[in-house]
């Protein structure tokens, strides 16, 4: 499979220290009677966060951490009605065009920006998305990535669309996707990127017993939409975050 280049020898070495150790002291967790997903926990800060080449972070100090899913706003406006970060479907499948590229972790978004079209400078997030994928029935965190960068797509096969004059306009039509692509080495240990997108059991109809994603995306551009939604001169008490959870049992009120 073609994707991010490998690690040297040297940083794989520096990685399995950490990893061998969280799973030699927390395989006793595995298979626990009250674990309806039979998955290896790992305790919240046994692991350190790794640097990957693309410029982005696996964030694996934060493996199993309990949440709380949603960060905590910095700034008013992150769950307003518009603009506003929109989950359409994650998982494990064939990426890229026609879904003709390699297997990968990927999560689809659009962007609402309500009355008034809102312009991203390209490339959209620039290093500046988060994404966190919780296991149901309080597992904790199993995959954290920070530094990300989404694709512009759009249509049912996933073609690349190019940015106009160095930026992207998202309008209320709601033509152009958001493809963000979770690395491999954000998974935490016990886990791979083929079974975190599943639910427990696997035969479920309750949204309880699956996974919860939560994407945030940062941009100076969100907090100026949010003054001109609101009709305020300045947007300083604005946050510049768009922020999207797959699924709050409390969402109304967060």
């Given at each position: 499979?073609?994707?991010?280049?490998?690690?040297?020898?040297?940083?794989?070495?520096?990685?399995?220290?950490?990893?061998?150790?969280?799973?030699?002291?927390?395989?006793?967790?595995?298979?626990?009677?009250?674990?309806?997903?039979?998955?290896?926990h790992v305790a919240p800060g046994?692991?350190?966060?790794?640097?990957?080449?693309?410029?982005?972070?696996?964030?694996?100090?934060?493996?199993?951490?309990?949440?709380?899913?949603?960060?905590?706003?910095?700034?008013?406006?992150?769950?307003?009605?518009?603009?506003?970060?929109?989950?359409?479907?994650?998982?494990?499948?064939?990426?890229?065009?026609?879904?003709?590229?390699?297997?990968?972790?990927?999560?689809?978004?659009?962007?609402?920006?309500?009355?008034?079209?809102?312009?991203?400078?390209?490339?959209?997030?620039?290093?500046?998305?988060?994404?966190?994928?919780?296991?149901?029935?309080?597992?904790?965190?199993?995959?954290?990535?920070?530094?990300?960068?989404?694709?512009?797509?759009?249509?049912?096969?996933?073609?690349?669309?190019?940015?106009?004059?160095?930026?992207?306009?998202?309008?209320?039509?709601?033509?152009?996707?958001?493809?963000?692509?979770?690395?491999?080495?954000?998974?935490?240990?016990?886990?791979?990127?083929?079974?975190?997108?599943?639910?427990?059991?696997?035969?479920?109809?309750?949204?309880?017993?699956?996974?919860?994603?939560?994407?945030?995306?940062?941009?100076?551009?969100?907090?100026?939409?949010?003054?001109?939604?609101?009709?305020?001169?300045?947007?300083?008490?604005?946050?510049?975050?768009?922020?999207?959870?797959?699924?709050?049992?409390?969402?109304?009120?967060?």
């Open positions: 499979m073609h994707g991010i280049p490998g690690p040297s020898p040297r940083a794989w070495a520096a990685l399995a220290l950490p990893v061998a150790a969280a799973l030699v002291a927390l395989a006793a967790h595995r298979g626990m009677p009250d674990d309806p997903t039979g998955r290896l046994v692991l350190k966060d790794v640097a990957l080449p693309n410029g982005s972070t696996a964030a694996l100090a934060g493996c199993g951490a309990p949440g709380p899913v949603r960060p905590a706003p910095r700034g008013e406006g992150e769950q307003a009605p518009a603009p506003a970060l929109v989950l359409a479907s994650y998982g494990y499948s064939r990426s890229g065009p026609d879904f003709e590229g390699p297997y990968a972790f990927t999560v689809s978004a659009v962007i609402d920006p309500g009355p008034r079209p809102l312009s991203l400078t390209a490339p959209v997030g620039g290093r500046r998305i988060t994404v966190d994928v919780y296991g149901p029935h309080g597992e904790g965190r199993i995959a954290s990535a920070r530094g990300l960068t989404a694709k512009v797509t759009k249509g049912a096969k996933r073609r690349s669309v190019p940015p106009t004059s160095g930026a992207y306009r998202f309008t209320d039509i709601g033509n152009l996707d958001l493809e963000i692509e979770l690395p491999e080495r954000a998974v935490c240990p016990g886990h791979t990127r083929a079974d975190i997108g599943s639910c427990a059991p696997s035969h479920t109809n309750r949204i309880e017993d699956c996974p919860v994603v939560a994407v945030t995306l940062t941009d100076e551009a969100v907090r100026a939409q949010r003054a001109l939604v609101e009709g305020v001169k300045s947007p300083k008490r604005f946050s510049d975050r768009l922020v999207a959870v797959s699924f709050e049992e409390n969402a109304a009120g967060v």
